[in-house]
């Protein structure tokens, strides 16, 4: 097998007309030779494409890209990452099961697994990366899925994949872990036993912030549960999204190194500078997991957190003075973003339910673009100054 770059490169769909790039197939439905092919197709016994919302050649070529990159067997394309994390779960658990995940979720999936779910007799209960040795007690008799996010957002919490493959294993778990943040040139958590790995790909696997997209890899006899309820309830991808994600991924390996030298760098610079509490970057030594995140991630990352002395008003005057930064709810961008995930992104939680996962007043989410870094350096420096 060739390394990752080259297979993220190298792997495409051709057709008859011997184009050197992939063209988009701009095309709701698929034709048949004959009715017996048509059948045929339907029926599963010949392979085949049959209409966009099942799978169109855009969206399978990625798939085939993130599935080798993830070391995964099969997957399903969505319109959108949340459309990823609700039909992970959704496709995989019935009315009556009980799913234990990490307190550290995105603020929407934390949405799902609290007011969506329980709508149809699906329960949850959050379990504290801190306290390992308290999971046991979590587990109710109809627990079917443990589920995580690593590095968390936006508190970069590290949770032990390693531990949680076992876990799942010895408990008859579906383990579904949200690789987002890490992205699979990172970290492959199926590798330490994952069954899913699910992805927004709007994040850094688009990396330019175009287009919104969702990723659900995994074990094949998982994902053809996933396909059934995907191809029925209509989250399809868009062929052209999928086309501009895939072609995205010839240059995933590049963008990442370069988005992880600069956050490490700025990481770096800003931890112990006046009006700032606390620098968080997984490969920062100060990090608490920081021995998890170089045990099972081959860098840092791009996102760095910046906990700002004087909470919620220092946070909103600093982000006012920036002039390079975007100031926008995404990540991955080629662009540097901040985000101020108390007042947007998690403002859905209590206050309660943020502080337990670290997302103080004063936080402050960095995702740290492709600029160069002393450029993003002066505008946070200039920002911090002109915020006291």
């Not at 070529?61 to 995964?72: D, M, P, R």
């Not at 579904?176 to 199926?190: E, G, R, S, W």
């Not at 997209?213 to 998982?222: D, F, P, R, S, V």
């Not at 006012?320 to 859905?348: C, E, F, V, W, Y």
Request: include cysteine.
């Amino acid at each position: 097998m060739a390394h990752f770059e080259t297979e993220s490169i190298r792997t495409q769909s051709r057709t008859n007309e011997r184009e050197h790039s992939a063209p988009i197939f701009l095309t709701s439905s698929f034709t048949f030779d004959s009715a017996e092919e048509a059948r045929a197709t339907f029926a599963d016994e010949t392979p085949g494409n049959i209409y966009s919302r099942y799978a169109n050649p855009n969206s399978s070529e990625l798939i085939e890209k993130v599935c080798q990159a993830e070391g995964t067997e099969d997957g399903v394309a969505t319109a959108s990452g949340m459309a990823a994390m609700f039909g992970s779960i959704a496709s995989l658990l019935q009315q009556g099961d009980h799913v234990l995940a990490a307190r550290s979720l995105f603020g929407s999936t934390h949405q799902l697994l609290t007011r969506v779910f329980p709508k149809w007799g699906i329960t949850s209960t959050y379990g504290d990366i801190s306290d390992y040795q308290n999971w046991e007690k979590l587990l109710h008799p109809n627990t079917k899925m443990l589920f995580l996010e690593t590095p968390s957002n936006p508190g970069l919490e590290i949770i032990d994949l390693e531990w949680a493959g076992k876990f799942a294993a010895a408990h008859n778990l579906i383990l579904v872990v949200d690789n987002c943040f890490a992205t699979p040139y990172l970290q492959q958590p199926a590798k330490w036993g994952a069954h899913i790995v699910t992805h927004s790909a709007t994040k850094y696997i688009d990396g330019q912030g175009r287009v919104l997209g969702g990723l659900i890899l995994g074990k094949k006899e998982l994902i053809k549960e996933v396909q059934f309820f995907t191809r029925h309830t209509g989250p399809a991808i868009s062929p052209f999204n999928a086309w501009m994600l895939s072609k995205s991924m010839e240059t995933l390996a590049v963008r990442m190194d370069r988005h992880c030298e600069s956050a490490s760098k700025i990481a770096s610079y800003f931890e112990g500078k006046s009006g700032i509490n606390e620098v968080k970057y997984p490969f920062l030594k100060s990090h608490p997991q920081h021995h998890l995140a170089k045990k099972q991630m081959s860098q840092g990352g791009g996102i760095v957190t910046l906990n700002l002395e004087g909470g919620i008003s220092r946070a909103q005057r600093f982000i006012d003075q920036l002039q390079m930064i975007s100031i926008t709810a995404n990540l991955g961008d080629s662009r540097s973003i901040i985000t101020h995930p108390a007042s947007t992104t998690h403002s859905k939680l209590t206050e309660e339910e943020r502080e337990k996962v670290g997302i103080h007043p004063g936080l402050i989410r960095l995702s740290v673009g492709l600029e160069h870094p002393e450029d993003i350096v002066k505008d946070v420096e200039r920002a911090l100054e002109r915020s006291k």
